[in-house]
């Protein structure tokens, strides 16, 4: 299974979890099938919910034989095809059944009226689903329905179309297929946040979190620059959009601050990825999201850190003011207490008033020196689990790029020009999106020593050495901004053109974007 094979590795994806991924049903969708096999068996209704569901998918426990053969009806494999070594306790195969009209017998009846669907697929469309199911039947039992609105009878499941969008989307990255970032998916996208919103605002008992969530999103951390933007936006969405539905869930009141930390900590990942794709209105929705929920946990060290990574669209896409102004208020936030955004928010609050240096703005080069000392002191009192991701931490890699930056608008191009080299060892060959600026700012540093020629060479080497998957608008912008900043300074040297020809190849955020290669992008 491709999923499975291409998932597996990196994300730790199991096969009883691909099995679902593949059918694009939710786990309330498979509790619901074996309720209702249950009850066509004259059986009690089983116990089975959706956490104990998560936790065979997670692999930190193992169905019983009774489960097993269920879970083995609904999905037509076989215990091993789970992933569960063993014969089933059924002694027969669970592949998919004769259908009747395949065996010449008429069509069944439609369910009774004020009864809707829950398990079965539709007679002569053996590959459609009806009602998000995958359970096949037997001969006589037509269709297995459940009575509307009373107590115990399995709700429907809450999948939007939005979670169609991105599957299909995923989907197709992982065959390699030609994806075009339209309004289709980005209102998908953020049709998910806004129904997140509403659900964190309406909600009066947050909901649980899994272990499981947890570990994947801090996975998603220390993917998050290896990882094509694109392709990790639909697997943190894909999540996202689980974490949305256990939101509409009254769950026990302990949990509530995991899955309101969970919200935030995936809607900021979110937005990171939106700054790199280049939509900065909803990068600024997601960190708006990811506020919402970081204010329920009470943390105010995670609500520094959702503010801190906010400062970079204005950073990149505004105003350095404004980037200021959201540094500052973070290190408020942080407080005296060591932490990511205590470290990274006086780095980031000397980077924009580098640039507001760069603009004339006379007062702003001390206070950005000032600013460096100020984050390195903090940095240095960091515990190592928090200095080892790009997205959730703050590393060492990272300190040294704003430190680069900071110089380089200073206009201390030796500084910035060793702070620079310090980060180019430091990071990881995969690390593209920072490893690209990096190498932008040194051809920045450059130009501002007199060197243009050799800023753009550096610059279009930078760009043109990406994998067209990471090209990224946030890259190809930054790139544009240092050749109209040569232009403005050099006039139109001759190197430009060239230059402007290595920018115009496709990038993610472009209709024109392609995966080359599937294999590349796990």
């Keep these: 299974m491709d999923i499975y094979e291409q998932c597996g590795p990196l994300f730790g994806t199991t096969r009883i979890k691909a099995h679902r991924l593949a059918h694009g049903v939710a786990l309330s969708?498979?509790?619901?099938?074996?309720?209702?096999?249950?009850e066509l068996d004259g059986k009690p209704q089983p116990k089975l919910g959706e956490t104990l569901l998560s936790a065979y998918e997670s692999g930190h426990?193992?169905?019983?034989?009774?489960?097993?053969?269920?879970?083995?009806?609904?999905?037509?494999?076989?215990?091993?095809d789970l992933g569960f070594a063993g014969p089933c306790i059924c002694d027969r195969g669970h592949g998919r059944p004769t259908s009747a009209l395949e065996r010449?017998?008429?069509?069944p009846p439609s369910p009774p009226a004020g009864h809707r669907v829950v398990a079965s697929r539709a007679l002569g469309e053996p590959d459609a689903l009806v009602g998000n199911v995958v359970v096949p039947i037997?001969?006589?039992?037509?269709?297995?329905?459940?009575?509307?609105?009373?107590?115990g009878a399995a709700q429907p499941a809450d999948v939007g179309e939005e979670d169609v969008v991105l599957r299909r989307t995923l989907l197709q990255l992982m065959a390699g297929a030609g994806v075009t970032l339209d309004g289709e998916f980005l209102g998908a996208v953020d049709h998910l946040r806004r129904k997140m919103d509403d659900t964190l605002v309406s909600a009066t008992v947050s909901p649980t979190m899994l272990d499981q969530w947890e570990e994947t999103t801090l996975g998603y951390g220390r993917l998050y620059q290896a990882t094509p933007s694109l392709r990790l936006l639909c697997d943190v969405l894909l999540d996202f959009s689980e974490v949305?539905?256990?939101?509409?869930?009254?769950?026990?009141?302990?949990?509530?601050?995991?899955?309101?930390?969970?919200?935030?900590q995936l809607a900021g990942l979110c937005g990171l990825i939106m700054i790199n794709l280049g939509d900065h209105r909803l990068a600024r929705s997601f960190f708006r999201t990811a506020s919402t929920a970081a204010d329920e946990t009470g943390d105010r060290a995670l609500r520094a850190w959702v503010t801190v990574r906010e400062a970079l669209v204005p950073m990149y896409y505004g105003d350095p003011r404004e980037a200021l102004h959201l540094a500052r208020k973070a290190q408020d936030l942080a407080g005296r207490s060591p932490s990511v955004a205590a470290a990274m928010a006086p780095a980031v609050e000397a980077r924009a008033l580098g640039l507001l240096a760069l603009r004339g703005r006379t007062d702003a080069a001390p206070s950005a020196r000032r600013a460096l000392v100020r984050g390195r002191s903090v940095f240095e009192q960091l515990p190592k689990s928090q200095t080892s991701d790009l997205a959730f931490g703050f590393t060492e890699r990272q300190m040294a790029f704003y430190e680069g930056d900071t110089y380089t608008?200073?206009?201390?191009?030796?500084?910035?020009?060793?702070?620079?080299?310090?980060?180019?060892?430091l990071y990881a060959p995969t690390d593209w999106v920072d490893l690209t600026l990096v190498r932008?700012?040194?051809?920045?540093?450059?130009?501002?020593?007199?060197?243009?020629?050799?800023?753009l060479e550096v610059a279009q080497e930078a760009i043109t050495e990406l994998p067209p998957d990471h090209r990224s608008d946030i890259l190809v912008h930054r790139a544009r901004q240092l050749g109209a900043t040569v232009s403005a300074r050099f006039g139109e040297i001759k190197e430009l053109k060239s230059f402007y020809e290595a920018l115009s190849?496709?990038?993610?955020?472009?209709p024109a974007a392609r995966r080359p290669n599937p294999a590349q992008q796990i």
Excluded: F
Excluded at 62 to 80: D, M, S
Excluded at 448 to 453: I, K
């Design 440 to 455: 932008l700012d040194r051809a920045a540093c450059r130009m501002h020593a007199g060197h243009p020629e050799a800023a």
């Design 61 to 80: 426990k193992r169905p019983g034989p009774v489960y097993l053969h269920y879970l083995c009806t609904v999905y037509q494999v076989e215990p091993a």
């Design 409 to 425: 608008n200073l206009g201390d191009h030796k500084s910035g020009e060793e702070a620079l080299s310090r980060a180019l060892r």
């Design 104 to 107: 010449g017998t008429a069509r």
């Design 505 to 510: 190849g496709p990038s993610v955020s472009s």
């Design 138 to 151: 037997p001969a006589d039992r037509h269709w297995i329905t459940v009575g509307d609105g009373r107590m």
């Design 29 to 38: 969708d498979i509790v619901a099938q074996i309720r209702a096999l249950h």
């Design 244 to 264: 949305r539905r256990m939101c509409e869930r009254r769950q026990p009141v302990e949990t509530q601050e995991r899955l309101c930390r969970l919200a935030a």
